[in-house]
C-alpha cells in the first residue's frame, strides 16, 4: 500500500528565511509519481511540481526548490526567502503509473509572519 | 489545464437530509475523481468516477451514503445520503490528465465546504 508522511504538522518562520518541508514515501512500486500542492486559505487546491521515480535530479523554480532521494524515500520542498503569501498547507502525494488517483500525506500548514 | 466548477460552493445542512455537489468541466476528461477534506484533515479519496458505469469506490466509502454520477466526459455528480454532523467536510472534484511524462496530474475544483447541523 502507498502512504505519504509529512511529520511537521505547522511551521511557523518570519519572512524572508528559508523553510523546508519534509516529505516521506512508501510504495512497492518501482515506477511512481511525486507532487507536490499548495492550499492556501482560499482552500483550492493549486499544483506545484510533478517528478517522477526515474529522476532523482533536483529541481528548482525561481525560490521554490525540490530534493528528490529515492535512497531515503523523501522528496522535501524548500522555499527560500519565504514570503507571507507562502502561508498555506502544503500537501506531498503519490500515485503510480497504475493507480489514477493520488495518495495524500497529512499536509503541513506553514505561516510566515511579516 | 482544465478548469473545473463546483456548485454549491458552501452550504449548510440539516441532519438526516442529502445534498447533490455538481462536478462541471470545461473540456472532456477520461478520469475524475472525488476527494473529502475533512476540516483540517488531508485529502481522502471517496471514489473514482467512471462515464458510463458505476463508480469504484475506495475503502470506508460506499455507494449508498455516495452515491455518483457520470453521464458524460465533462460532468459527474457527488450525493451526500442521510447527512450527519460527522459528514461535514469540505467534497473536492478532481480531474486527471496525463502529462508527457505519462504521470496523472490532478487539477482540482474549488470544493463543497458542507455544513452538518
Known amino acids: 500500500a502507498q502512504k505519504v508522511t509529512q511529520a511537521q504538522t505547522e511551521i511557523s518562520v518570519v519572512e524572508k528565511e528559508d523553510v523546508t518541508l519534509d516529505c516521506v514515501y512508501e510504495?512497492?512500486?518501482?515506477?511512481?509519481?511525486l507532487f507536490w500542492y499548495k492550499q492556501p486559505p482560499s482552500g483550492e487546491l493549486v499544483f506545484l511540481i510533478r517528478r517522477n521515480s526515474f529522476d532523482e535530479q533536483n529541481e528548482i523554480s525561481g525560490r521554490y526548490s525540490w530534493n528528490f532521494q529515492k535512497s531515503t524515500s523523501s522528496f522535501n520542498f524548500t522555499i527560500t526567502a519565504s514570503q507571507v503569501v507562502d502561508s498555506a498547507v502544503y500537501f506531498c502525494a503519490l500515485s503510480d503509473t497504475g493507480r489514477r488517483a493520488l495518495t495524500f500525506g497529512s499536509g503541513t500548514r506553514l505561516q510566515v509572519q511579516p | 489545464s482544465a478548469v473545473i466548477s463546483q456548485k454549491p460552493s458552501r452550504d449548510i445542512c440539516q441532519r438526516g437530509t442529502s445534498l447533490t455537489i455538481q462536478c462541471q468541466v470545461d473540456?472532456?476528461?477520461?478520469?475524475m475523481f472525488w476527494y473529502r477534506q475533512q476540516p483540517g484533515q488531508s485529502l481522502t479519496l471517496i471514489a473514482t468516477a467512471n462515464q458510463g458505469s458505476e463508480a469504484t469506490y475506495e475503502s470506508g466509502f460506499v455507494i449508498d451514503k455516495f452515491p455518483i454520477s457520470r453521464p458524460n466526459l465533462t460532468f459527474s455528480t457527488l450525493t451526500v445520503s442521510n447527512m450527519s454532523p460527522e459528514d461535514s467536510s469540505i467534497y473536492l472534484c478532481s480531474v486527471g490528465a496525463r502529462d508527457f511524462s505519462g504521470a496523472n496530474v490532478l487539477t482540482f475544483g474549488a470544493g463543497s465546504r458542507l455544513t452538518v447541523l
Open positions: 510504495t512497492r512500486d518501482t515506477t511512481y509519481y
Open positions: 473540456s472532456q476528461v477520461t478520469m
